[in-house]
């Protein structure tokens, strides 16, 4: 009988702490703990300063490479209704200590079909510019001059826009667009001048450093 007994007690302690074990591990869990979340996308390759069109009395200084898009972009009238959104985009400013600076916007896309729609939509959205410009402010002139197709990668385009003012305000932009496999990317250049004082080509060699950079 006593055997039986310290055999019933030593069984029961067994089941204890097995059952012990398990509700430890139960309790060692977070409740409704939430899956992991997925690592966030890696942004695309950016120029860097040495990369921009030298110029002639100062040197570029980059910013720090940024998720989504600057509310400059946003209210753009040549960039900001294919950018604005800031889904999977990333940008870079770039400044001078003068009147001169540039930046850089480059979106992921969800594939190759979607990257194309979106280098088309900005192609037109730039040639359209010169019109939403002068609608917008009839006291301003704008001109745009297409420089052409580069090629690097799945392409790139260049453009050239100045406008001016009834006052003599003149400003001269460029502007290309690019792409490599489902990343499109925009260099935006400015400053105070005209047609005359745009560095197209070194601009051109920029823009393909910048699509050649992405991946």
Request: proline content about 6%; aromatic content about 6%.
């Amino acid at each position: 009988m006593p055997k039986r007994t310290r055999a019933g007690r030593l069984a029961a302690l067994t089941a204890l702490t097995a059952a012990g074990l398990a509700l430890g591990a139960v309790l060692s869990a977070p409740a409704g703990a939430a899956p992991a979340r997925a690592a966030a996308p890696k942004p695309p390759g950016f120029l860097s300063a040495s990369d921009l069109p030298p110029h002639s009395s100062s040197s570029w200084t980059a910013g720090k490479v940024t998720p989504g898009v600057p509310e400059e972009v946003e209210t753009d009238r040549c960039l900001g209704m294919a950018l604005g959104d800031g889904r999977d985009s990333w940008y870079r400013d770039f400044r001078t200590d003068l009147d001169t600076s540039a930046r850089q916007v480059s979106v992921e896309l969800s594939s190759v079909s979607a990257a194309k729609g979106r280098f088309s939509r900005l192609n037109r959205d730039i040639k359209s510019c010169p019109t939403w410009i002068e609608q917008a402010d009839p006291e301003t002139e704008a001109t745009l001059k297409d420089y052409g197709k580069l090629t690097v990668e799945e392409g790139a385009h260049v453009y050239g826009l100045h406008t001016e003012t009834s006052w003599g305000a003149t400003d001269i932009r460029l502007l290309s667009v690019g792409r490599d496999g489902t990343t499109v990317t925009v260099v935006d250049w400015g400053q105070l001048g005209d047609f005359g004082d745009a560095p197209v080509k070194a601009f051109k060699k920029t823009t393909v450093t910048a699509v050649n950079k992405l991946h």
